[in-house]
C-alpha cells in the first residue's frame, strides 16, 4: 500500500514537472513577450511606411531605400511619390516627421518581425483620386499633392488623422502594460504631427486653392467627410470649421482639432482604418493607397475572405 503511494506520488509529480516544462518551452516559442498584442502593434506598419514614404520623398525627393535601406526590408518602392515644392519652413517640418516615421518603423519592428513595405500607390493621380472622391466630381486639372506648398499641406491633412484614430481604437484592445506604452508614445507624436499640420492649414483656412476656387477649410472638411463616409462608423472625424454644435465644446466654428463633444479623440478600428486607405470603403477589398492591401495578420484577414 505505502509503495503504491510513493509511486503515485511520483507519477504526479513527473506530470507535474512535465507540464510545467512544456508551459515553459510553449511560452519560450512565443515570437515576443506582447503575445496576443502582436497582430495590432504591426497593423500600423502600414500606415507608418507611407508615412515615411510620403514625407521623405516630399522634403528630399528619395524615401526609405536612400535614408533606412533595411527598414523597408525588400518591400517594392513606392510608386510615383517624388519631391514637392516646398517653402523652407514646411519642407524643416516634412522633412522632421519623414525622420521621426523612421523611429516609429525602428520601434515597432523592435517588439514584433512585423512584414516588409506594402506596395504604397504615392502618385498624384492616387491623391487625386482621393479629392475627386471627396468633392464627388472630377477636379480639373487633377489635384497634385506635389504641385505647391498648399497642395502637399492638404495632402498630408489626408493621412496622421488616420493613424491617429487607430492608434486610440487600438489601446483598449491591448493586454500588456509595454503595449500600451508604445501605442501610447506613438500616438503621441501622430497626434503631433496631425496638429501641426491643422494648424498650418488653419493659418491658411480662408486662402482659396488655385485653379479649384475653393477655401483650404473646405477642402479640410470635404475630405473628413469622405472619411467619415469609407469609416461607415458616424461622425469620427471633422475639418477645419464647422458648425458650431461641432467646434471646440460646441462653442464656436473654429476646430483645430477634431475631437467629440468633451474634446475626446474619435477611435477607429483597423477595418475602419482599411476602409478609407483602400478608397473604397471595403476593407476586403484593395486599392487606393494600397494596390496589393495592406500587410500583416489583422488586413490579411480581411482580404483571405
Ligand atoms: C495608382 O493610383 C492611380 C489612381 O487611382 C491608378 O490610376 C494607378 O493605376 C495606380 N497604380 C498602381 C500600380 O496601382
Redesign the pocket.
Known sequence: MALVHISSTTTTTTFILVLLASFFLISRATPTPEGSDVDYIEFPLNLEYLEAEFYLFGSLGHGLDVVAPGLAHGGHPP??ARLAKLGFLVKDIILQFGLQEIGHLRAIKSRVRGFPRPLL?L?S??FG?VMNSAFGRPLHPPFDPYANEINYLLASYVIPYIGLTGYVGTNPELQHATSKKLIASLLGVEAGQDAVIRTLLYERRTQIVHPYGVSVAEFTNRISILRNRLGKAGLKDEGLVVPISEGSDGRVPGNILSADKDSLSYSRTPAEVLRILYGGGDEHVPGGFY?NGADGHIARSYLNN
Do not use: E, K
Open positions: 510608386i510615383g500607390n502618385s493621380a492616387a483620386q494596390p
